[in-house]
């Protein structure tokens, strides 16, 4: 089955500075990449996603790269504001039956 | 817009007992999905259901059942409760496409522990 690797496990960064989440994945067959941000105990919220016929998509401050070939992609985030702090979570999936989670990313951003 | 409801919300029950979690997809979402999700940890994958027939199957104990309904909600039934069941339990949906995998929606969780 699919493996994700997500790192860094933890992250600190200043306000307004850039925060980068990468993942890998092991299967060439998983084609939909979504990152979502969970605040403590609330539920994952999608951010964004890619899907493997594209290598970058940007929204606002929120941009994600994918490399198939390498099979990694990352998740960017510009100008952080401390409400961006929270745990991140990357996921890949193949067939949308089943969604495989990396171990999540905690985001500090100091004011 | 709807969201992906889950009830009960909290649930406390002993160790050996039962527990039912509901859970109402966004209207038109086909496919439901179950997860548990530990202390600092990540969403596990439990079970998929799409259509009302189970889609794919995760780490989910033998202990656990689930089943979607004809009006699409589903329900996770978990048996001779431990206390490792502590967790919250999340439920998610989507719109099933022939154009690949879609975008799934979480529901608020159901944070079960067992005593």
């Not at chain 1, 092991?26 to 998983?30: E, G, H, M, R, Y």
């Not at chain 2, 409760?81 to 069941?85: H, K």
């Given at each position: 089955g699919e493996n994700v690797e997500q790192h860094p496990s933890t992250l600190s960064v200043q306000e307004g500075d850039s925060a980068v989440i990468k993942c890998t994945y092991?299967?060439?067959?998983?084609n939909y990449f979504p990152w979502y941000k969970q605040e403590l105990g609330k539920r994952p919220q999608l951010i964004i996603d890619i899907r493997s016929n594209v290598g970058e998509k940007k929204d606002q401050r929120i941009a994600v790269t994918l490399n198939k070939t390498a099979k990694h992609f990352s998740l960017h985030i510009t100008e952080t504001q401390p409400e961006d702090s929270a745990v991140y979570f990357c996921a890949a999936s193949d067939t949308g039956n089943q969604f495989y989670f990396g171990t999540g990313t905690s985001l500090t951003v100091i004011p | 817009a709807a969201g992906v409801i889950q009830s009960p919300r909290h649930l406390i029950k002993e160790k050996r007992e039962t527990a039912t979690l509901k859970c109402y997809p966004i209207p038109r979402h086909d496919t439901v999905y179950w997860y548990q999700q530990g202390p600092g940890q990540d969403p596990q994958f439990l079970i998929s259901f799409y259509e009302k027939m189970q889609s794919d199957k995760g780490?989910?104990?033998?202990r656990f059942s689930a089943q979607q309904f004809s009006d699409y909600h589903s329900e996770l039934n978990m048996s001779s409760?431990?206390?490792?069941?502590s967790a919250l339990y999340f439920c998610a949906s989507s719109l099933a496409s022939a154009g690949g995998t879609d975008t799934q929606y979480f529901g608020p969780g159901t944070r079960l522990t067992v005593l």
């Open positions: 092991s299967d060439s067959a998983s | 780490s989910i104990p033998d409760l431990e206390l490792g069941d």
